[in-house]
C-alpha cells in the first residue's frame, strides 16, 4: 500500500494515507517472527491465539471505508464517469440483496455437531467440536477454510472435504455458500 501513487481523487488519497498510517501504528502490536515458517512449529491453540490477536488488531483499525456514493457525488470526474458506466449503480442506490442461504437445521449451534452429525451456518471463524476433535471453520470471499491440528483444507462451491484421524473420518459437505457464509453437513464414518 505504501507505494501506491495517489490517483488524483482526494477523498481516495486521504482514505489510503490514513489507513496506512493506521496499519503501521497497529503492526507494532502484533506477534512477531522471525519467518513465515515461525508458525508452523507452533501448536494449534498458540497458533489460533495469535490469529484471533492479529484479526481484533485489524478490525479495530480506523478509519473505515468512506461512502462511496457520497465520494463519487462530491467528485466531478467521478460523477461523470459513474453515468456513462453502463453498469454502475446510481449513487445511493440500494444494492441488491444476496440470494438467501437454506436453513441449517441446527442454525449456528457448533455443539450440535459433538455427536458426529450436523448441519450447521458458519459465517464468522469458529470452532467446531465433532467426537473428540475440533475443527475450525470459516467463510471468506465464498471459501469455506476447515482445519485442525493436522491440515487445512479449503473449499469452493458444493465441495467435500475430510479429515482422517484414528478410526474417525470427519467429512464436511458445503451444502450452500455465499460469499461471507456457508451451510455445511458435517458427517462422521
Not at 490469529?51 to 468512506?66: G, N
Not at 482445519?147 to 484421524?165: E, K, N, P, Q, V
Request: negative net charge; contains cysteine; glycine residues 6%.
Amino acid at each position: 500500500m505504501a507505494g501506491l501513487p495517489d490517483i488524483g481523487v482526494p477523498a481516495a488519497d486521504t482514505y489510503r494515507s490514513t489507513l496506512l498510517s493506521a496499519l503501521r501504528e497497529a503492526e507494532r502490536t502484533l506477534p512477531r517472527a522471525e519467518s513465515p515458517l515461525d508458525y508452523y512449529d507452533l501448536p494449534l491453540d498458540r497458533l489460533r491465539a495469535r490469529a484471533r490477536e492479529v484479526a481484533e488488531t485489524v478490525s479495530a483499525i480506523e478509519p473505515r471505508d468512506p461512502d462511496l456514493g457520497e465520494v463519487v457525488r462530491e467528485d466531478p470526474a467521478l460523477s461523470a464517469a459513474h453515468d456513462l458506466a453502463p453498469n454502475c449503480e446510481p449513487p445511493g442506490a440500494p444494492s441488491t440483496s444476496p440470494t438467501p442461504l437454506p436453513a441449517a437445521e441446527d442454525g449456528t449451534d457448533v455443539a450440535a455437531c459433538e455427536d458426529g452429525e450436523c448441519r450447521i451456518e458458519v459465517s464468522t471463524p469458529v470452532d467446531i467440536p465433532v467426537r473428540d476433535a475440533v475443527f475450525t471453520a470459516t467463510v471468506s470471499k465464498g471459501t469455506v477454510w476447515l482445519a485442525d491440528d493436522s491440515g487445512l483444507i479449503r473449499l469452493t462451491g458444493a465441495g467435500t472435504g475430510r479429515f482422517g484421524r484414528d478410526d474417525l473420518t470427519v467429512t464436511f459437505s458445503v451444502i450452500a455458500s455465499s460469499s461471507t457464509a456457508a451451510v455445511l453437513d458435517v458427517t462422521t464414518e
